[in-house]
């Protein structure tokens, strides 16, 4: 296996890694019983009080976090959104003829009835979100946005590196009612994903082998499922 080939199988690994279930993921997990890392949590509060060059935006901020936290919204709705949007744009960028071969067996396996030849990167797209979504919430119960009213210094500088970093994703989900605000709830599952679809502009030789590695994967987990 050469440099790339290897760095690229290390890449799928940590994209399939994510589609394993983390005890209902920790931290929803945890927002689901009514308590948060504590370390974590007065870390941002405290960042948040020194960081005097951003006092006016954060204040802006607080009061759009607090106007999503009396929207009634579902927690679970929204984050379900969240995770659509980055797997559709991962299964976007994703080259369906340069992983033909892989690509195949996977949906004869996802769905015994698709052929290659109706799958589209739109329907790929919405397999791997419910994939991804039933490890994300595998024994999680969440309650409302109410329950993650303390994090509010972490969702908005977690809202404000995805802006620096991904602002095409960030304005799709403030423009659907602020959840870029929730974004901090799955960012550690999510960003792997990002990454990718990053790579995908930069050096898509190696993306294309990324898929071809992640699909095999795909495959061979749903054999043993």
Same mark, same amino acid.
């Given at each position: 296996?050469?440099?790339?080939?290897?760095?690229?199988?290390?890449?799928?690994?940590?994209?399939? +890694?994510?589609?394993?279930?983390? +005890?209902?993921?920790?931290?929803?997990?945890?927002?689901?019983?009514?308590?948060?890392?504590?370390?974590?949590?007065?870390?941002?509060?405290?960042? +948040?009080?020194?960081?005097?060059?951003?006092?006016?935006?954060?204040?802006?901020?607080?009061?759009?976090?607090?106007?999503?936290?009396?929207?009634?919204?579902?927690?679970?709705?929204?984050?379900?959104?969240?995770?659509?949007?980055?797997?559709?744009?991962?299964?976007?960028?994703?080259?369906?003829?340069?992983?033909?071969?892989?690509?195949?067996?996977?949906?004869?396996?996802?769905?015994?009835?698709?052929?290659?030849?109706?799958?589209?990167?739109?329907?790929?797209?919405?397999?791997? @979100?419910?994939?991804?979504? @039933?490890?994300?919430? @595998?024994?999680?119960?969440?309650?409302?946005?109410?329950?993650?009213?303390?994090?509010? @210094?972490?969702?908005?500088?977690?809202?404000?590196?995805?802006?620096?970093?991904?602002?095409?994703?960030?304005?799709?989900?403030?423009?659907?009612?602020?959840?870029?605000?929730?974004?901090?709830?799955?960012?550690?599952?999510?960003?792997?994903?990002?990454?990718?679809?990053?790579?995908?502009?930069?050096?898509?030789?190696?993306?294309?082998?990324?898929?071809?590695?992640?699909?095999?994967?795909?495959?061979?987990?749903? +054999?043993?499922?």
């Amino acid at each position: 296996m050469s440099p790339d080939q290897e760095d690229a199988k290390n890449i799928a690994d940590n994209l399939l +890694d994510k589609f394993k279930p983390e +005890d209902g993921y920790l931290i929803l997990r945890s927002f689901s019983k009514g308590f948060v890392s504590l370390p974590v949590t007065f870390y941002w509060i405290g960042y +948040d009080f020194i960081d005097t060059e951003h006092r006016s935006e954060n204040f802006d901020d607080k009061y759009r976090f607090a106007k999503l936290i009396k929207s009634g919204k579902k927690l679970s709705e929204s984050l379900r959104f969240i995770v659509e949007q980055v797997m559709a744009d991962f299964a976007s960028k994703i080259d369906m003829e340069a992983v033909i071969n892989v690509s195949i067996p996977l949906m004869a396996s996802l769905t015994g009835k698709i052929s290659f030849t109706t799958m589209t990167q739109i329907s790929l797209g919405k397999l791997l @979100s419910e994939k991804f979504w @039933s490890s994300l919430f @595998s024994g999680a119960l969440l309650g409302g946005l109410l329950s993650i009213g303390g994090e509010v @210094s972490r969702a908005i500088y977690t809202s404000r590196e995805l802006r620096e970093r991904n602002m095409h994703l960030y304005y799709i989900l403030k423009n659907k009612g602020d959840i870029d605000l929730l974004y901090f709830l799955v960012e550690k599952k999510l960003r792997p994903f990002e990454d990718a679809c990053k790579l995908s502009t930069t050096n898509k030789i190696q993306f294309n082998l990324v898929c071809r590695y992640f699909l095999e994967g795909m495959n061979e987990n749903l +054999d043993h499922t």
